[in-house]
């Protein structure tokens, strides 16, 4: 049997790579780990979710304090931001998150850690800085990098990707956003709310594609009363640097040209996965449209290459990589054989208010030719998010002909932690009649869920039906007031 130097080797130590690495070295396999970068923790640590929510953070607590008269306290004259500060508060965050993430914890659990480009010789083996490496399973999980269109002149014109965004030595006085993704709208807000002009462009006629236009529109709507401008369905043409601004040509849906100007460009128009200099084609991994061609096992044309998070071109969340590091964990470590499924993957946009998505939406029941019934209820209704000053969203619940919930969407206050109590339901096949008996705590954000449950079940239960049988049987007498 052909003996290898290692159980398991993993390509990128972001999410998946990480969630992999701890669960194969804990159930005792001789783990190796290699990172191109010089610390662990990939885009989600240092590029991506913890630097963007800790931006967004601060960006709202300085929203809230700019509108301190809305909760009865007096105006107060800000200062304008140092963005240097916030910064420097990012990168504490980042530095106390990295320490759960060092090469120290992975030895600990007995994981090898190496810090360098490793690429394919055979399908078993790596050379990694003329060291050549043999493992009998290998994950490939180096995540993705910020896609950059081909724009006139975007060469020679200077632009920002989430790689620059949180370590800017001061805020841009404006910017324009290119694409209207997550990432996009997330820092969109954040920076308008710190003072930068925004301007977003987008080359579809709605933000947030994945989500239904509905709910993304309510959300623009909030954005643009807060002073972001949209250009949707507009094409980037060119784009040339003007000193001290730059400047965007775009083509709007009338056909019209319109010149942009900005000091600040953020490209943000989705992602690619990371697969150059891998020497991937030198051992023929297959490839589609996606990217590597992949099972539902998460293995690739050779069995025991498997890829996971970004690279696996399907879900790009730091939770959808750990999910698949699961996967491929039981496939080759524990041999339990395990497909990935992404029938209940949550999401949620982190804007203010922020949109949370499960299962299906409108437009992905529709796509898929699901007869469904929409259930929705508003936050104006709930009474703690009028406490708050936080009643704009609602949630959308959606049904199938069996009155099974196939999907929730909520735009609205803590939307991420809400639907959170659904993805119990989905996952665990709660029926909705248990939502609606459970007790929920008063006054909280969650008794929406139960809420929207309620609207489902008040048409059955206080129909002309019931009462005549309850007047029937009991003798009740009716109204006591009015007609
Ligand atoms: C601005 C922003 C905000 C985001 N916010 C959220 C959020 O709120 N919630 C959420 O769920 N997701 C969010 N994401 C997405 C999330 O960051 C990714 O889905 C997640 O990081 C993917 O994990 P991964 O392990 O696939 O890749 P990564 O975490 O990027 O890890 C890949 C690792 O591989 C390394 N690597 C690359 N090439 C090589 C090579 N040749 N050899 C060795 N190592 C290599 C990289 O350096 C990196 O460390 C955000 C992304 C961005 C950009």
Redesign the pocket.
Known sequence: MAQYDFDIGI???????LTVASGAAQFGAKTIL????KE?????LH???VP??TLIRTANIYHLMKNAEKYGLPHTNLKPVDFQAIAERIQSVISAIQEHDSKERFCKLGARVEFG??QFIDEHSVRLNGEMLSAKKWVI????SPFVPMIEGIDNTPYIT?KELFSLKSLPKSMIAIGGGP?SI??AQAFNRLGTKVTVVELANQILGAEDKDMAENLMNILISEGITFYLGSMPLSTRDLGNEKEILIKNTEGKTIRLKAETILVAVGRKA?LQ??GLEDISVERDKKGLKIDEKLRTNHKHIFV????TGSY??????GYEGGIVLSNAILHLPRKADYTYLP?CT?TDPELASIGMNEKRAAAAGISYSVWTEEFRTNDRSLAEGEETGNIKLLLDEKEKPIGIQILGPTAGELINEWVAVMNGMIKLSTIASAVHPYPTLGEINKKVVGTFFSGKIFSEKVKWALKFFFNLKGRACGE
């Open positions: 390509l990128g130590v972001g999410a998946a790579g290699i990172e191109k970068e662990l923790g990939g885009d989600c590029f991506g979710c963007s929510k480009s490793a999980a180096t995540g993705s989430n990432i997330e820092m990371n200099d891998l996971a998070g970004d690279t790009q969340f730091t939770h959808a990589a999401w982190y």
